[in-house]
């Protein structure tokens, strides 16, 4: 008969590399299509891996949206801070950066894989490359009758294995270049799981206003963005904005764009004032500095001297024109351009674009405190397979790293139990 593996973890990601690397009394197989480990994490911070973040784990979980009352179970089991204590009690320093992120001390990926996978085979896992899962049936006795206590019988493109756990660590969709193209949701599915349909999140955003593609380049620090669908106005969004040769990006973009689609407006604001504060200041100045140059006013109030310089043209205004001179329509449309300049998305950056997906298996059939399925026992998932997605700044893969172990350490438990 052939081996029965207490956990076979499906994906060598993030999440499958942490799992393995604290898989201890476990026999344990991993499958992974790709020929090496950890793809996504090696390009991930242009191969510097920005793999968490540092901040006390009350604020680490509200990074990741609705979903912060399912993360706060898994991320207490491996904290960020715990996560650090683990790369650096194997040689693996970190640093933090002045915005909170934290990196590898040597700013390279490659030093967090290779310890995952030192760890790993330290344990005794068998890791095999160039395999990728076709199937998987959940069996309650083989064909002559034996008893296999809720086994798994999984098919790939060159064997058959038999396990009492599988760990779904396939990733999402996104970057499918990295093997990431959502064949873990297939598997999902075939086991009865239902999927909140997955879109590309931390993503840019397109647009056509040709004025504001001159900004390229152009960031506004603590930008306010005003997100509007059909008129209504959704959410008010603060954080760094980045204007791009095609479209948006930057902090405040890429951590919203999960609720971003086509059609919907992006309203910004040029300065730090609101439009009501911008209209009086603008109205007092007609008398105290009525010869003062509009054009040198905007230079003033808004980010930086270009944006000023791109609005102004974008409003076609003489170029000497002056309080005293403006007028009350030339005035609203200062206004509106510098505090309420309103962007239609044309397109959300896709799967090729989007460093992570939004979507994936249903968290209410999955628990959140051990990430095993509420539908099969011995079927756990993690990292981002689930529908879960954090923002930027290293919160998705402390995620796969911290699911991984929660899942992992509910096997151990059970195993020792038996």
């Known amino acids: 008969m052939n081996t029965v593996w207490d956990l076979i973890i ?66 207490g089991k491996m904290t960020p801070e715990a996560t650090r204590d683990w790369f650096n009690e194997r040689g693996v320093e970190s640093i933090v950066m002045e915005n909170g992120k934290v990196f590898p001390k040597s700013l390279q990926a490659g030093d967090l894989v290779q310890v995952m996978l030192d760890e790993a085979l330290d344990l005794g896992v068998k890791l095999n490359f160039k395999e990728a899962v076709t199937a998987i049936q959940h069996v309650q006795q083989t064909a002559d009758g034996e008893l296999l206590g809720g086994r798994f019988v999984v098919e790939t493109t060159q064997n058959t294995y038999h396990t009492k756990n599988v760990l779904i660590c396939t990733g999402g969709f996104t970057y499918a270049v990295t ?15 239902t999927l909140e349909t997955p879109r590309a999140a931390l993503a840019p955003i397109y647009h056509a206003v040709e004025g504001l593609k001159a900004l390229a380049g152009v960031s506004i620090p ?35 764009s999960r609720d971003f ?109 051990t990430m095993s399925s509420n539908l099969i026992e011995g079927l756990y998932f993690a990292g981002e397979v689930l529908d879960i997605d954090g923002d930027t700044g290293g919160y998705n893969i402390q995620w796969a790293f911290s699911s991984g172990v929660a899942a992992v350490r509910d096997i151990q438990n059970k195993t020792e139990a038996l």
């Open 10 to 75: 499906v994906g060598y990601g993030a999440a499958g590399m942490m799992a393995a690397a604290n898989a201890s009394n476990l026999r344990t197989l991993v499958l992974e299509k790709n020929t090496s480990a950890g793809k996504k994490v090696l390009i991930s911070g242009k191969g510097q891996c920005n793999f968490t973040h540092d901040e006390p784990l009350k604020a680490f979980v509200e990074h990741y949206g609705a979903h912060k009352n399912f993360v706060k179970h898994a991320l």
């Open 179 to 193: 093997g990431s193209d959502g064949d873990g949701y297939k598997v999902a599915m075939q086991l009865g799981h």
């Open 261 to 369: 689609v086509a059609g919907d407006v992006l309203t910004l604001n040029f300065t730090t004032l609101s439009s009501e504060q911008l209209t009086q200041q603008m109205t007092n100045l007609v008398g105290s500095q009525g010869k003062g140059s509009i054009k040198t006013y905007l230079r003033q109030i808004c980010f930086s001297k270009s944006m000023a310089d791109q609005l102004y043209g974008m409003l076609k205004l003489d170029e000497q024109l002056t309080f005293a001179q403006m007028n009350k329509t030339q005035r609203q449309a200062i206004v509106k351009a510098l505090t309420q300049m309103e962007v239609p998305i044309v397109q959300v950056g896709g799967r090729q674009i989007g460093m992570v997906t939004a979507g994936g298996v249903e968290l209410s059939e999955v628990k959140a405190k």
């Open 222 to 256: 603590e930008a306010t963005v005003v997100h509007v669908r059909a008129g209504r106005r959704l959410q008010i969004l603060k954080g760094d904005l980045l204007f791009t040769h095609k479209g948006l990006s930057g902090p405040v973009i890429l951590n919203n």
